[in-house]
């Protein structure tokens, strides 16, 4: 007989279950998993229109159920909410009273997050005398980076009040995710590849209509309203002046506003090569771009060569560099991993993100690329005064980002303050501190690896690589940490892998490579 197990942990095989019905329950499965995150998503977005409250008070309640009774759907919900859940917003637009509403109903997702970690983490601490004692350094880790970033937030809360608040969320998602995911995986044993599946599809679906249909996809999401609420009508927020004065191209509409060159780099600005840059149903267009690099990896490397294949084209079409270098420099990693161990692999894997950031910063220096001008302005800064000016100082959502003088920030080779780089905007923020989060990530790719030598698996392999390759990116986008769909996917896939390994008793053995 076939026994359901548990929503989106699969199908317990029984000896007379046949590999037929074994699928189909697979599949019900995550098909009902997928709907109950649409519902987790969606509810909050549209109670909110009723009343503010409802929206908050739905979205507690559904997450910590949730992450109560049913954990393995807590995650995938998460995952889904980073998604979509500005789609839905998107639809609910024309509904939504206040610019002060909107930017709260964008941030449910995080409720979501929240709530699931404190329900998780509560339950871990209930449990504390019978702990899996193998997660004792990663707990350790965990509670330094947390009292690091506490300081810096209440510093930076003081003086730079609710973009302190959004800094935070931005860097310590990728952390929750991370925890949630390893102690609900160290509990139990959850399996979420086929929903995974599933959502990977509903993203091609998503991808391939707004790239083939792009005038459909902006009239089926409410995208225009969206947009406006956003951005904000142009006569006040002057962007398409902003966007002639910078790059010398006359914007006339939204349209417009999503056209880039090819990579949106200088390099290839002379073949002018132009592209409708993909936004995705989460209305982030390097977001996104990192969300199909992780879905890509993760469909790859468990065998899915075929979705991998189709999800690496809509990630070429999204035109972002770098999402494609990454997704790249693991597979050939991956390769050496395969053919010569880890032990080579990971020498191979640090040379290349070395050269890679070498490369990248003399490059960007001499073509006055404004990623490496922040990065630039953020080491300078860091250099005056390491010990740090506090969360919320500085970055793409300073006040001042839309008054610094580029040409005049490129003539001096660096910007006023750390901007467009997550890595000088952590070292502004939290000065040497920045060592120990930025620190966090390796360390943490670097047990991963010892894994996946014990294992030999691939998605292990890969995990440790994209998560090293992820560390070294955020030196040229601010969105390599703090978009949500970037490194805390990676994050969130190495709490999976170290919970499962903690339970299974891989992780207590000696981590050195052999």
């Given amino acids: 007989m076939t026994q359901v197990s548990s929503i989106a942990g699969g199908v317990t095989h029984g000896a007379m279950a046949h590999p037929v019905d074994l699928a189909a329950a697979n599949f019900a499965n995550a098909i009902l998993t997928v709907v109950i995150a649409v519902c987790m998503t969606a509810l909050p977005v549209f109670a909110h229109i009723l009343h503010p409250g409802f929206g908050i008070l739905s979205a507690a309640l559904l997450a910590g159920i949730c992450a109560w009774r049913m954990p393995s759907i807590a995650i995938v919900a998460i995952f889904f909410a980073l998604l979509y859940q500005n789609f839905f917003v998107s639809l609910a637009a024309g509904y939504i009273v206040s610019d002060d509403d909107f930017d709260i109903i964008r941030g449910y997702n995080f409720v979501l997050l929240s709530v699931t970690w404190l329900v998780t983490t509560v339950t871990f601490l209930a449990g504390w005398q019978q702990r899996n004692r193998a997660l004792d350094p990663f707990v350790k880790v965990l509670i330094g980076v947390f009292a ?8 930076g809360f003081a003086l730079y009040g609710i973009t302190a608040v959004i800094y935070l969320r931005n860097i310590v998602t990728p952390l929750l995710l991370f925890q949630i995911c390893m102690l609900a995986f160290v509990r139990q044993s959850i399996r979420l590849g086929q929903a995974m599946t599933v959502l990977s599809v509903l993203v091609l679906v998503c991808g391939f209509v707004e790239f083939f249909q792009r005038d459909l996809w902006l009239e089926l999401s409410n995208s225009y309203a969206y947009w406006e609420r956003a951005q904000g009508p142009n006569y006040v927020t002057l962007a398409y002046d902003k966007a002639f004065q910078e790059s010398g191209i006359v914007q006339t509409g939204l349209l417009d506003s999503f056209s880039i060159t090819l990579f949106n780099s200088p390099l290839l600005a002379d073949y002018d090569i132009r592209i409708m840059r993909l936004f995705g149903p989460n209305m982030h267009a390097i ?5 199909l690099s992780f879905l890509a990896t993760f469909a790859l490397y468990r065998g899915r060569v075929m979705l991998a294949g189709l999800l690496f084209v809509l990630l070429f079409l999204t035109s972002a560099k770098g999402p494609l270098i990454l997704f790249l420099l693991v597979g050939m990693s991956w390769t050496l991993f395969r053919l010569f161990g880890a032990r080579f692999a990971f020498t191979c894997h640090c040379l290349a993100l070395a050269a890679y950031a070498v490369i990248g910063i ?25 010990i740090g000016l506090g969360i919320g100082a500085g970055g793409n959502l300073s006040s001042e980002f839309i008054n610094i003088d580029w040409p005049a920030a490129q003539a001096a080779g660096r910007a006023p303050f750390a901007v467009e780089s997550a890595v000088g905007v952590l070292l502004y923020q939290t000065g040497i501190f920045a060592v120990a989060v930025i620190g966090a990530y390796a360390w943490t790719a670097w047990r991963i690896l010892l894994i996946a030598e014990k294992t030999g698996n691939d998605l292990h392999a890969a995990a440790a690589l994209g998560l090293m390759a992820m560390t070294v990116t955020g030196l040229f986008q601010e969105e390599a940490y703090f978009a949500p769909l970037a490194l805390a996917m990676f994050m969130a896939l190495a709490g999976m892998i170290v919970g499962a390994s903690a339970r299974t008793g891989l992780l207590a053995r000696p981590p050195t490579f052999s």
């Fill in 148 to 155: 690091v970033l506490g300081v810096y937030f209440l510093l």
């Fill in 287 to 291: 977001s996104f771009a990192y969300a």
């Fill in 362 to 386: 003399l490059l960007g220096l001499s073509i006055g690329d404004y990623h490496i001008i922040g990065l630039m302005g953020g080491l300078f800064e860091f250099f005056a005064n390491p």
